[in-house]
Nanobody, 123 residues
């Protein structure tokens, strides 16, 4: 059974940094594309970043230049380094895995989801 477990969330001040991790129990992790989404209270889930098995990366415009997605296939883990955090980054952050992904920003393209980790950025 595939499990994705996020960690690294917390309460920080504007301008601070956090690094989220997502550990995946996927035997063939390196063959999956991985993504990060977030959902703020009262809002829909939105795309944050993705990394294909090739290493190609994609970002939402709102986080471009501040967030960096990376993966360590030896550890079955994907990371999201978040710098210069803003109050509007406050949300529950989810990681997701997709075996076949045509559109990185569409939630339905992903096969597996984690339970999420909370990130709160105070002003």
């Amino acid at each position: 059974q595939v499990q994705l477990v996020e960690s690294g969330g917390g309460l920080v001040q504007a301008g601070d940094s956090l690094r989220l991790s997502c550990a995946a129990s996927i035997r063939t992790f390196s063959t999956y594309a991985m993504g990060w989404f977030r959902q703020a209270p009262g809002k829909e889930r939105e795309f944050v970043a993705a990394i294909r098995r090739s290493g190609a990366t994609y970002y939402a415009d709102s986080v471009k230049g501040r967030f960096t997605i990376s993966r360590d296939n030896a550890k079955n883990t994907v990371y999201l380094q978040m710098n210069s955090l803003k109050p509007e980054d406050t949300a529950v952050y989810y990681c997701a895995a997709a075996y076949i992904m045509r559109s990185v920003s569409i939630p339905n393209e992903y096969d597996y989801w984690g339970q999420g980790t909370h990130v709160t950025v105070s002003s």
